[in-house]
Nanobody, 124 residues
Framework: QVQLVESGGGLVQPGGSLRLSCAAS????????IGWFRQAPGKEREGVLC????????YLTDAVKGRFTISRDRAKNTAYLQMNSLEPDDTAVYYC?????????????????WGQGTQVTVSS
């Protein structure tokens, strides 16, 4: 069964850090690009960061440049989103998604498998 499971979300104060994990089962992430998306209440789902099949990194929103990074551990079949200097505007449900396409994309239509999401709340 193909599955993506996110974890690592929670409540954090402004300026804090979180690391989200995206664990894949039923398939290997080696041949997939991985995108992190987020959706705040009342807003559309937006792309945050993407790592391509060749490990090229693309920021899908300028709002997180210099604060968030993406990586993958091929041995653990897991991707990560490291979030530093968190701000209240980062509050959202965060999703990881994958597809076998080359390159990166911020379009949700170009991803096939999605996780269930993990809530990140930034508040004092």
């Amino acid at each position: 069964q193909v599955q993506l499971v996110e974890s690592g979300g929670g409540l954090v104060q402004p300026g804090g850090s979180l690391r989200l994990s995206c664990a894949a089962s039923g398939f290997t992430l080696d041949y997939y690009r991985i995108g992190w998306f987020r959706q705040a209440p009342g807003k559309e789902r937006e792309g945050v960061l993407c790592i391509s099949r060749g490990d090229g990194i693309t920021y899908l929103t300028d709002a997180v440049k210099g604060r968030f990074t993406i990586s993958r551990d091929r041995a653990k079949n897991t991707a990560y989103l490291q979030m530093n200097s968190l701000e209240p505007d980062d509050t959202a449900v965060y999703y990881c998604a994958t597809s076998r396409n080359y390159g990166c994309s911020g379009s949700t239509r170009e991803y096939v498998y999605w996780g269930q999401g993990t809530q990140v709340t930034v508040s004092s």
